[in-house]
């Protein structure tokens, strides 16, 4: 008889118990026995009998917590620390943007066990930041934010590396790769330790956390921030101020 291991029974192996308890009716007492333990070891292991869910299904819950909390405009206590103890639960969000930097922007506004007018105001844009608002030309699903923008970077082109994410209000993204080469910047198509600008588009599509877009900002705020490279995060506006 198996019986799950010490780091978990995920929903295949479950799945897996209550085939071999349908098609074995010789063999049912074991096989359901088999099966009670596992879901027993679940509930003991935890209590809210959460299967480990996948990272994508993780963010499109975090979203939809955040889409109803900003449903009122109005942010309580409660909200806030619903919104904490789902962060600390779903581990797996905490190393994924945009995940990750409302998880530790709720954890510095905890820290001191009070909550200020001002931080609240700044969760409130930061949660609608990233559910975003829609467009009335409904050309795209909501908004892109500026979440991990460095504001006042002196965009500079000549000799400089750009790296273009996201959905553009300008236009296509060989057309802003026209407008940097023309100016003597270089393109590059990923996240590297010697660019100098990631450029994030006004718009986005109902998936882009889950693509290339939320995981490029990811992948140039740990070269920013970690390993203190040279690299700024810059959006559409200020580019297109910038030219």
Known sequence: MSHCSRTGCDARELKFKVEVLCENPVDFQDALLD???????????????????????AMENLLGICKGIDADRKLDDDEISYLATFLEENTQLQSSWPASGLYVLIRDIL??????????????????SIIGDGLPQGVLDRMSTALPVDHGTEIIFPDRLFCLTGKFLHGGRNECKELIEERGGLVANTINKRLHCLIVGALSSKDWRFSNYGRKIEKAEKYRDEKQCMIRIVSEEMWLGAI
Not at 35 to 57: A, G, V, Y
Not at 111 to 128: H, V
């Open 111 to 128: 820290m001191d066990g009070i909550i200020t007018q001002k931080e609240r105001s700044t969760l409130q844009e930061f949660i609608r």
């Open 35 to 57: 099966l009670m333990q596992s879901i027993q070891f679940l509930i003991e292991t935890d209590d809210r009998l959460q299967l480990k869910s996948n990272p994508e299904d």
